[in-house]
């Protein structure tokens, strides 16, 4: 009913960019918050930076300075801008994003990932 589908991950080298988006589709009533995630391997998967309806955003100490992100609300995106990216950005990023759907009359507000897009900073 939802779907998060991420795109712009790839191979880059150190101090290289990247932008990552992520499209919302399906049945949508609100979008409150979306963000961006990473899982490297061994890890836990962390919070990279979110933004929310408001526009206001938070960043990982390990993002500020170098990764901005930004929504699209007319087209329920969200992007994330990777400058000076290092190896240890290596990681499958995730987005998620906390939607309020109504079907049927039936309220309900869910978490939901995306697949992931693998991105791999290497010389």
């Known amino acids: 009913q939802v779907q998060l589908v991420e795109s712009g991950g790839g191979l880059v080298q150190p101090g290289g960019s990247l932008r990552l988006s992520c499209k919302a589709s399906?049945?949508?009533?609100?979008?409150?918050?979306m963000g961006w995630y990473r899982q490297a391997p061994g890890q836990q998967r962390e919070l990279v930076a979110g933004i929310g309806s408001g526009r206001d955003t938070n960043y990982a100490d390990s993002a500020k300075g170098r990764f901005t992100i930004s929504k699209d609300y007319a087209k329920n995106t969200v992007l994330l801008q990777m400058n000076s990216l290092r190896p240890e950005d290596t990681a499958v990023y995730y987005c998620?994003?906390?939607?309020?759907?109504?079907?049927?009359?039936?309220?309900?507000?869910?978490?939901?990932w995306g697949q992931g897009t693998q991105v791999s900073v290497s010389s």
């Open positions: 998620k994003a906390r939607i309020r759907t109504i079907i049927d009359g039936d309220q309900k507000t869910n978490d939901y």
């Open positions: 399906g049945i949508i009533y609100y979008i409150y918050d």
